[in-house]
């Protein structure tokens, strides 16, 4: 147990600008297990189980974490629901459910910089029939985004807990992530949880497991996460049913790097299975992958946080710290081995592919080199993200981002609010296109680089745009909503089939392939909206394929507005340029002149608007006389007018922007 006093600085209120210290008396236990009698030796590898949690967001995976965790007497118990989500380590992990645990608030608080929303680890121990066992929970997250933190995570399990609400029923991510697991060969044992809840409905759940994944229900474990029913037999279940890793200690080291962490004093924190051998402190190590050789200063195990044990054996995970500098440097799916001892490498992971760009830009652009600092700090212990610097002459210095879907893009904006106070604009996101030319294809993700229609006849080309296979688990009801949702956007190849034969509530998958530039819109609001939230949404990439796409630009007084820019499906140019036009007249301040709003792919305007001038009564003061003394002024002011439209610029605020931009990502 450990005790401490934190004094907190708190913000000067509105009225006082005297600041206050709080004094907070702050106590926790991060293991019932003390330091010196964690001896790794005495865990052979087949005393040792690594497993994850599979499951779709809200179906008690955090939960069911925490009481692992307090029957096993890795954290203490607390009285019911004191532990909750304690393997999270951000506010916006536990606000969105993105990854299966959490951290305790006053821990999310002061690590709050140096985490990111990825899996995490925990190591328990358990007895059970006189025998000690080494249990190694790896998380996985909770949402679509997030597939590739999930393949890697489950590269360094041998087997899954697959649960399921036994409320709501098996939902699309479960689908999906089970298949993954399946093609990664690990043994899955069946948990349905939620048994205790008044709508909870065990055996129509069953059945649907028994349909969908080819389950044994006589395997199914019922539990209660909440209350902690049935958490012993799950233990159980994960040492008799999940093989032991295939390791051996007499065999030269061979670890894989499934991955890392940032810490600003130590550098990289790199998570590794051992495959085989020995990896102690003071070990020589070399990647395969850089060739570059690092010297092992920790080891340890996460007992949930970082408890350095000095050495790891075949079939553990653990971390270790190795003077790395840089997060590029920890290449994950890497093989690490002993100087002079070489080895195979093992089959590492596909390359992360950004699938959703935005530009970041600061509201003020004396606020760039703080926003590019706060952005590179951030992607540190983010890796999925991408920077590239981006000028625009309407918003001026900026960063271009790819990330791993719109979560993954609202997740990095939320952070940087919360964590670094940035006010940025974020551009509408889009998706990274092919455009094929005779002798050569390249990617383009910035619609400024997007070539106009005009290009495609003379240079020969055409445009790919990337597709998705969707699949939509819905009750059968809202089944024609969901179809005619799919249709409006461009959606082909729509099936379905029946996954239960209730009366009351029966449900139905469809799957179709749809463009993933139309998901990354509005698509998954309109989901929840026209299925009232029951319909739960899942995707997997399934290549390019040749679209008729077009670069829509807007122009105020005549003159292309960069940022504006978005590229768009052909069937939906005029519905898009008239939308825009109308939401542009709204945000744009009037001008002294008349100002024309257009819409334009190439030289063809699709939709205009006009802002109507400021006009000062120039005849006010006039009274009496000839009617050609009015006329005078008022031509007077006409020939103003023109000639101020010929050389008057039109001076767009940043809110005007960030009025635009965020109701066009809120549509």
Partial sequence: ????????????????????????????????????????????????RNFSIIAHIDHGKSTLADRL???????????AGANQQVLDKLKVERERGITGQSLLHFLEQAQADETSVKAQTATMFHTLKNKSYLLNLIDTPGHVDFAWEVSRSMAACQGALLLVDASQGVQAQSLSVFHVAKERGLHIIPVLNKIDLPAADPERVIAQMQSMFHIDPAQVISISAKSGHGIDNVLEAIIDRIPPPP?????????????????????????????????????KIVSCYSNKKYDVIDVGIMHPEEEATGVLYAGQVG?????????????????????????????????????VFAGVFPLDNKDFLKLEESIKRLTLT??????QRESSTALGQGCRLGFLGTLHLDVFRQRLEDEYEANIIVTAPTVPYRIVYKDKTIAVSNPTDFPDPSD????????????????????????????????????????????DASDTSARVILTCHIPLAEIVSDFFEKLKSRSSGFASFDYEEAGYKQSDLSKMTFLLNHQPVDALAVIVHRSALDRTARTWVAKLKKVIPRQQFEVPI??????????????????????????GGHYERKMKHLENQKEGKKKMKKIGKVDLPQEAFFDILGSTQKK
């Fill in 247 to 283: 390791a051996s200690r007499d065999a030269p080291l061979k670890a894989l790097l499934f991955d890392s962490t940032y810490d600003r004093y130590r550098g990289v924190i790199s998570l590794v299975s051992v495959q085989d051998g020995i990896l102690r402190k003071n070990d």
């Fill in 382 to 387: 983010d890796r999925s993200v991408t920077i």
């Fill in 69 to 79: 965790l307090e029957v096993t007497g890795t954290i203490q118990v607390r009285g």
């Fill in 319 to 355: 971390y270790i710290a190795c003077n790395m500098k840089q997060s590029s440097e920890a290449h994950i799916g890497d093989t690490l081995h002993r100087v002079g001892e070489p080895v195979a490498a093992l089959a590492g992971f596909s390359p992360m592919k950004a699938m």
């Fill in 1 to 48: 147990m450990l005790k401490c006093t934190l004094f907190t600085l708190a913000r000067p209120s509105a009225t006082s600008k005297t600041q206050k210290f709080t004094r907070l008396n702050l106590s926790f236990s991060t293991s019932s297990v003390p330091h010196d009698a964690v001896n790794l030796e005495l865990y052979p590898c087949d005393r040792i």
């Fill in 598 to 623: 257009q819409a334009a792919v190439g030289r063809k305007v699709l939709a205009r608007e006009t802002l109507s001038a400021y006009r000062k009564d120039v005849t006010a003061g006039l009274y």
């Fill in 456 to 499: 495609y006849g003379v240079r020969g080309c055409h445009v790919e745009e990337p597709i998705v296979r969707a699949t939509i688990i819905v009750p059968q009801k809202y089944l024609g909503e969901m179809m005619e949702l799919c249709s409006e956007h461009r959606a082909e190849d729509i099936d379905h089939h029946h996954i």
